[in-house]
């Protein structure tokens, strides 16, 4: 049973606009989450973190959202670029491994 | 620094056939995994070594997948005999530190198909 969902499998956005891609997971114990961005014919790479003891963090274009109570994490991209149009993996970890979601295919048209 | 290696790029073969899978993760760390991405089921861990000691391998399909990791630079994924619902796309990756606290590098992975 997934642990980690992700029940939007594509978003299009317009440049400039907000992209906001969604989680939710459903076990306690999670309390290290991940997002990772993937270009096609290559493998994941790192985007963004937050522990259980945040509920938000910032890196530039980019901001995790977590709220604890709901089991839900959220990705923010203001403002979208074409070249963020990618699949993007959510991922929850309780300590000892990684759990991850199906991913989200993120469209920004031009 | 070079990125985590996967060889190779893509597989085809028949079913039954044997199947191996290579991966040189990052030098210097200390964890590696193997992953199985399905447009179902997402990327699924399938085992980690750590230190070169295989940890978990409970998301190992059935005994028809094995891996190794005689040394800290080079690890294979094998499937004896391999069979249609085999065919994904199989990641590699490293990290510096135990399984859930470091983030992960991803090598390119290897798209097996299998007739």
């Known amino acids: 049973d997934q642990q980690v969902k992700q029940n939007s499998p594509s978003l299009s956005v317009q440049e400039g606009r907000i992209s906001i891609l969604n989680c939710d997971y459903t076990?306690?114990?999670?309390?290290?989450f991940l997002w990772y961005k993937k270009y096609p014919a290559e493998g994941p790479t790192f985007l963004i973190s937050?522990?259980?003891?945040?509920d938000k963090n910032e890196d530039g274009r980019f901001t995790v959202f977590l709220n604890k109570s709901a089991k839900h994490l959220s990705l923010h991209i203001v403002p979208s670029q074409p070249g963020d149009s990618a699949v993007y993996f959510c991922?929850?970890?309780?300590?000892?491994?990684?759990?991850f979601g199906t991913g989200t295919s993120l469209t920004v048209i031009p | 620094d070079a990125g985590v290696i996967q060889s190779p790029r893509h597989e085809v073969t028949e079913m039954g056939q044997e199947v191996t899978l290579r991966c040189k993760p990052i030098s210097g760390h200390n964890s590696l995994f193997w992953y199985r991405q399905t447009m179902m089921r997402g990327l699924e861990l399938l085992i980690y070594?750590?230190?070169?000691?295989?940890?978990?391998d409970s998301g190992m399909p059935e005994d028809r997948f094995s891996a190794k990791m005689p040394n800290a630079s080079f690890s294979t994924l094998k499937i004896q005999p391999s069979e249609p619902r085999d065919s994904a796309v199989y990641f590699c990756a490293s990290s510096r530190g135990g399984a859930g606290f470091y983030e992960q590098y991803f090598g390119p992975g290897t798209r097996l198909t299998v007739t």
């Open positions: 991922a929850a970890s309780p300590g000892n491994q990684f759990y």
């Open positions: 076990n306690s114990m999670f309390d290290y």
């Open positions: 070594f750590n230190n070169n000691v295989p940890i978990d």
């Open positions: 937050i522990s259980s003891i945040k």
